[in-house]
């Protein structure tokens, strides 16, 4: 598949992003490829690592390619995106749970689809143009691909803050935040790729670690945990109202640009995982919300705005997060009884 490259190399198996036009947006047939790779070198005696990274300068993966759900859902069909989201969720629990070390290089925009492929590994490396971001809930979604996994364990309440305002983490931030783990200068990446490749040994990573270039987020958690405790999304959305200052005006706008009723979705995930943080269980959640974000929420809208129309003038379904009621929540995110996702093995 032109899009995407996968084989093996010395004691890697490789994943590399082929599409640096399309910032490496990832395709469903990409999501395929990369769960059958993982399925066929799980046991290969021959792969030692798996080494994931992506063409090009400007992005590792900018997100999931979502033409398609947008043309297929504006149809009235669901079942294409209910497929893809599905298919995709499992492939993030299966490198979440790979027994190999599992490493990436994350340099550029890291974002949406990209986060599921590049930050449930066990050795996430990013580099000076590293910036990565949950933004789902600009386009009528909740981060998903198992990012609400990683936002329920960041510290404090920083897991609200950037799964409702999208904003974006430098390398320091990242790590910081829990999705990802060294920094490496981008210079050294080809040496330590080609040592991964011939070593098979992950630790080959640590002699390569550097300090990261300070980040934002450390000395701005105090604040972003008052601003960002409330219980629900309207009690966050009325302490950013009558907060003051640089960090409460800045998400204040970032907060009330997205869509109202996944800001509250949102919350709502975080609050249930941050007690017992478990990625299937965070899937799962996830899976509730867009299996019916098409036709009960905001998603269509969202993505015609965006990426269609590109007016950047959304209409949401909910004039702000406190006009949500509480039971429109809880709706989007019911059990989906014989409809939910599951992680069998056996899946092809």
């Not at 364990?153 to 904003?167: F, I, K, N, V």
């Not at 990573?205 to 105090?222: E, K």
Request: proline share 5%.
């Amino acid at each position: 598949m032109a899009e995407i490259r996968i084989r093996k190399e010395g004691r890697a198996g490789r994943i590399t992003l082929d599409r640096p036009k399309a910032l490496n947006a990832l395709t469903y047939g990409m999501c395929l490829e990369i769960d059958g790779a993982l399925k066929a070198w799980v046991d290969d005696p021959a792969v030692a690592l798996l080494l994931i990274d992506a063409e090009g300068e400007r992005a590792f993966c900018a997100g999931g390619d979502i033409a398609e759900m947008y043309a297929t859902g504006t149809r009235g069909d669901w079942s294409y995106g209910r497929r893809f989201w599905s298919d995709e969720y499992r492939m993030n629990a299966r490198i979440d749970a790979f027994a190999k070390p599992v490493v990436s290089f994350l340099q550029g925009f890291t974002m949406g689809g990209g986060v599921g492929v590049g930050c449930h590994g066990s050795h996430r490396i990013v580099g000076e143009t590293s910036q990565i971001a949950m933004p789902e809930c600009g386009i009528g979604l909740v981060p998903d691909v198992g990012g609400s996994f990683l936002l329920a364990q960041a510290p404090g309440r920083l897991g609200e803050y950037l799964g409702t305002t999208g904003a974006r983490m430098g390398p320091a931030d990242a790590i910081l935040a829990g999705f990802a783990d060294r920094f490496v200068p981008e210079a050294d990446w080809p040496a330590l790729k080609a040592e991964l490749i011939e070593s098979g040994d992950a630790g080959r990573i640590d002699t390569r670690t550097a300090t990261p270039p300070a980040g934002r987020l450390a000395a701005l958690q105090a604040e972003i945990d008052a601003l960002f405790a409330g219980e629900t999304a309207g009690d966050i959305a009325r302490a950013l109202n009558a907060a003051e200052g640089e960090v409460a005006t800045e998400a204040r706008k970032a907060f009330g640009r997205a869509a109202p009723l996944s800001v509250a979705c949102t919350v709502e995930i975080l609050h249930r995982l941050r007690a017992a943080p478990a990625m299937r269980a965070a899937l799962e959640l996830e899976y509730r919300f867009t299996y019916r974000s098409m036709e009960h929420a905001d998603f269509l809208e969202g993505i015609r705005a965006a990426i269609i129309d590109k007016d950047r003038n959304p209409r949401w379904r909910h004039e702000s997060a406190e006009a949500v009621p509480a039971a429109e929540v809880a709706k989007m995110l019911m059990p989906l009884g014989e409809d939910a996702l599951t992680f069998e093995e056996e899946r092809t």
